[in-house]
């Protein structure tokens, strides 16, 4: 017994070791498991008929069938990255690739108007949100899955997203859905409404409050909207323009390029501090809104490392690391999933009444949106760096770790 013993303490840094180096193997397992459900019904017109809905019991009494273009819109803005990688005979890459071949059919039901899951493309105001999400897809992932849709297909969407102008966005957050929408139309080639883009950037600039963070309208709210809308979107709107040096209003075609460098350097500050909010036990604090949509809270982050631009406060071993961790903690507790295997309500587990009056399980699936370093091949060296301690996990072993101070423009 006594050798036994002495057996298992010799193997278990091992065993520590290979579970570091098997982050990516986690990560894509996850992911499959969240998108599995969605699209392999989906593919087949059949999530409407399948999945089981579940509304917040403050629900507002809206039609419930937004449930669906949330789930899948935001849960392809996540995965689009992943699946833009090439093939191959890994058994991340099968499933990979199946993912791939589901989305693609599930993108033609979408639009389809004779199809079981056509969206509620035409009803309330929320498909505007979710249309975002979509768009966001579209641009991380052009040509695995914007240009193999056929031509009707493609031109589902551009009315689809033409005829969301319909919805007057408010002076929130919601101002990046219609720029989002617009600036996919722009890189598709179609009509889009330039003034929908300038309002966005102009608010947000209005918005932005200091030390990385933006107020979501006039009043600062103490909340993650930073993560799940706000900076992601707003730096991939300042992207595509840079990109084609458009002008900004009455500025010259630098000021996007200019707009956007700045942008990344507060979501670089804004990444300092959600990953010093990662605790050395893997929890992260619970506040503000919209809690359900789990990793959401961590895009910004996983936007920094997909797109190599970290801050060089922050390695990617231990950024990788952190987010495993938060990972484990939160899908190792029962009840995230159903019986059918949806995303239920809750945080860590199924916890309906966090649930706020706009949310349904379709909504959730924002936590989709950590899985964007999936996008970097195993050989990157996001994956293959050396695992790392995070910042509290050092401070709170009485090790040495960087101080913080807050950025100025």
């Not at 709107?237 to 000021?255: S, T």
């Not at 699936?365 to 695992?387: K, R």
Request: contains cysteine; proline residues 5%.
């Amino acid at each position: 017994m006594k050798y036994k013993f002495l057996f298992l303490l010799l193997l278990f840094p091992i065993v520590s070791l290979y579970s570091m180096d098997n982050d990516r193997q986690y990560w894509s397992d996850l992911a499959y498991r969240i998108a599995e459900p969605v699209l392999r019904n989906m593919s087949k017109g059949e999530l409407k008929k399948n999945m089981q809905v579940e509304l917040s019991p403050t629900w507002d009494g809206r039609n419930k069938d937004v449930t669906y273009m949330e789930c899948f819109g935001r849960l392809m803005s996540g995965l689009a990255p992943w699946l833009s990688l090439p093939d191959d005979n890994t058994e991340e890459g099968k499933k990979r690739k199946q993912l791939r071949e589901w989305a693609l059919k599930s993108y033609a039901h979408a639009v389809d108007p004779d199809s079981p899951d056509y969206l509620l493309w035409r009803n309330e105001g929320q498909p505007l949100v979710d249309a975002a999400y979509i768009a966001s897809s579209f641009l991380r992932a052009p040509k695995q899955l914007w240009e193999p849709l056929d031509d009707v297909t493609k031109e589902r969407y551009i009315k689809e997203f033409q005829q969301l102008r319909r919805i007057d966005p408010p002076y929130t957050n919601w101002l990046l859905f219609s720029a989002m929408v617009e600036t996919f139309l722009m890189e598709a080639g179609a009509q889009y409404d330039m003034y929908r883009i300038h309002s966005a950037i102009r608010k947000i600039e209005e918005w932005y409050v200091g030390d990385g963070w933006y107020s979501d309208g006039e009043h600062f709210a103490f909340d993650y909207y930073n993560s799940y809308v706000i900076q992601p979107m707003y730096v991939q709107v300042l992207q595509v323009l840079a990109d084609r040096k458009m002008r900004l209003r009455d500025k010259g075609e630098e000021a996007a390029r200019q707009n956007l460098d700045k942008a990344i350097k507060r979501m670089q500050r804004y990444g300092i501090i959600l990953e010093r909010l990662i605790s050395p036990e893997g929890s992260f604090p619970v506040f503000g809104r919209s809690m359900t949509y789990r990793l959401g809270v961590f895009q910004p982050l996983a936007l920094l490392s997909w797109k190599g631009n970290l801050p060089e406060e922050l390695s990617e071993g231990q950024v990788r690391s952190g987010l495993t961790c938060v990972m484990k903690r939160m899908f190792s507790q029962d009840g995230n999933f159903n019986e059918k295997g949806f995303l239920q309500l809750g945080f860590a587990g199924h916890q309906p009444d966090l649930a706020d009056w706009y949310t349904n399980n379709g909504s959730l699936y924002l936590t989709s949106e950590v899985f964007l370093p999936l996008g970097l091949p195993a050989s990157h060296s996001f994956w293959a760096s050396t695992a790392e301690d995070w910042t509290t996990k050092k401070a709170w072993r009485g090790e040495s770790f960087p101080k913080d101070h807050a950025i100025r423009d």
